[in-house]
């Protein structure tokens, strides 16, 4: 099966829980340039990617592979500091290990966050979009191969994306007069920009924006019954709506222009939804 080996994942999290033995009840995935929010844990501990058994570590600019685990007010969180891709030729099974050792060191939530590129109208480089829905089109998934005890063979994902969560994520939003989108994001496996034919394609199909990676994770953390709100950074137009050469250089650009306001509404969507 393309999850990762349950061992495996056990194995990593005993690793975690001798240098953090608290249980985090909130996962957290940064993508692309919005590490810096896991600066804002309070009492934190920090763990390399490199120093935790079978997680992989990234290699791509902006993703800066640690773990830091520690509180936002009252609130225990995990949070992974970047994530790795499968356009890094990485198996399945690595790319979703890191959302699996959320699950096995007691996240019942995770929030995950990536840069995208924006396809929906009225959409510009540093807005902010809440993912209400997926289209995995990124030729695989996480569930393949043969079935496991205690994952469901055939998933559900009517509410991939928990509508509980869009709520508090609105109400964060609002108290702090953060304009905040909403739409469908569209998973491709990368690492090339899309063409223009296939933006269109993309609108035509439904897509508000369109990005390499998350869609593998909510499918692994579904399976394993963790419920998941997701937010883009719109760090760029997509090709054919940009009127310029797309770079990486742009989205960690773009994403370190919006980190404040990014921070800021990651801790009040934590603090809406889960604190006491």
């Not at 509404?265 to 006491?276: S, T, V």
């Amino acid at each position: 099966m393309s999850l990762p080996n349950p061992d495996f994942v056990r194995q990593a999290a005993a690793a975690v829980r001798a240098r953090a033995p608290a249980i985090p009840s909130v996962g957290v995935v940064l993508g692309s340039g919005l590490g810096a929010f896991a600066e804002d844990l309070e009492s934190s501990v920090q763990i390399p990617y490199a120093e935790i058994p079978y997680l992989p570590s990234p290699k791509v600019a902006g993703h800066a592979g640690t773990l830091h685990l520690g509180r936002i007010g009252q609130v225990s969180v995990a949070c992974l500091q970047g994530r790795v891709h499968a356009y890094e030729g990485h198996p399945l099974e690595d790319v979703v290990f890191g959302v699996s050792l959320l699950a096995e060191l007691g996240c019942k939530s995770v929030l995950l966050s990536n840069a995208a590129g924006g396809i929906a109208d009225g959409m510009q480089a540093g807005d902010l979009m809440l993912i209400t829905d997926h289209l995995n089109l990124s030729g695989s998934t996480p569930l393949l191969g043969p079935a496991r005890d205690g994952i469901p063979r055939f998933l559900d994902m009517t509410a991939a994306y928990s509508p509980a969560l869009q709520r508090s994520a609105r109400r964060a939003a609002n108290g702090l007069q953060v304009s905040l989108h909403e739409g469908v994001y569209a998973g491709l496996l990368g690492p090339s920009y899309e063409t223009p034919a296939e933006i269109r394609m993309l609108r035509t199909l439904g897509a508000s924006a369109v990005g390499m990676s998350t869609v593998l994770e909510v499918l692994a953390l579904r399976a394993l019954g963790v419920e998941v709100g997701a937010i883009s950074c719109i760090t760029n137009l997509a090709a054919g709506l940009a009127g310029h050469v797309l770079t990486h250089e742009d989205v960690k650009e773009t994403a370190a222009r919006v980190e404040t306001t990014f921070r800021a509404l990651f801790r009040r969507w934590i603090l809406e939804a889960f604190a006491a």
